[in-house]
């Protein structure tokens, strides 16, 4: 338990130090993003050759860095991006900015392109090269370059499309950490009944419900007491229940993002996807969760900006 207090201790201080510059501009966060492209391939090329699956490595790689395209445009536009710093002195403006669509759009286009022309060479490499045996390869590929390129991806369009971007990055880095740990005392005080055992024995339905708990109370702690003062903005009852309502939402899709690493690793017959951190596993271990609420936060974020 000491080891893995120390290395979460540890942990956040690495995480701070990327996050909190980025209040003042969201690309001090951009090298988070890499770490985890840079980090993420290896182990799980590692995993799933426990399965005798040989996945391409470099290949991964290219997948897990296709958000650095929406970047590289940017950076070519000479795009100006609003600090959290500079919305604050406004009262109000972070939450009624507009977002840029055409933007947007542009960012997803440029990322589809990416994923096509990845996607057509992971299939047909091993196809061409192994013939009909290599469609297995093909198919693993694409489907663990988009398990992270999709969310990493996510991740950089909250930065730079959401004009609150950086809070919703902060939000969703946060949340599966708060839903873990309340997961993790309500299963240890009532857990019985086993959530999914031939997955992860350890979870308990009083656990899952737990989570979910947890996360509603900080969310809507947040909106009571955090968002007023950051926004300069009035809540209200109603507002109360439809946040309650998304963390609930949000925090059952955190938790299948664990469920789903959880199967991917006992397919493999690994505790852990690697040993980079003691006692907490390896970079997957610890954003496993994580890239999901990327993608649900921003699907909510651009359902609510757009619509």
Known sequence: MKTRVTTAIIF???IGF???????SVHFIVPLLLLIAILAPGEF????KKRNIELNKFNLLLFYLSFLSGL?????????IRSANRL????????????????TVRLLVLYGICIIILGLFSLFIPLLRDGPSGLKIG???????????????CGFMLLYTIPIGWFLFVLAITTP?????????????WGKKKLAPKISPNKTMAGFYGGIIGTVIFYVLLYIFLVPNLFKVNTSVGGTFIIAALAIIISILTQLGDLLASSIKRTCNLKDFSNLMPGHGGIMD??????????????IALLVYIF
């Open 18 to 24: 990327f996050i909190i510059p980025g209040f003042w």
């Open 45 to 48: 090329v590692n995993a799933l």
């Open 286 to 299: 610890r954003f496993d969760s994580t890239f999901f609420t990327f993608t649900a936060i921003l699907t």
């Open 72 to 80: 590289i445009y940017l950076i070519s536009q000479k795009y100006q």
């Open 177 to 189: 950490w708060i839903c873990d740990s309340a997961a993790l005392y309500c299963g240890m005080l």
């Open 88 to 103: 604050l002195r406004q009262p109000g403006l972070a939450l009624t900015t507009e977002i840029n669509q055409e933007l």
């Open 12 to 14: 956040g201080i690495i």
């Open 139 to 153: 198919i693993y590929n694409i489907a663990a370059g988009l398990y992270i390129s999709f969310p990493l991806f």
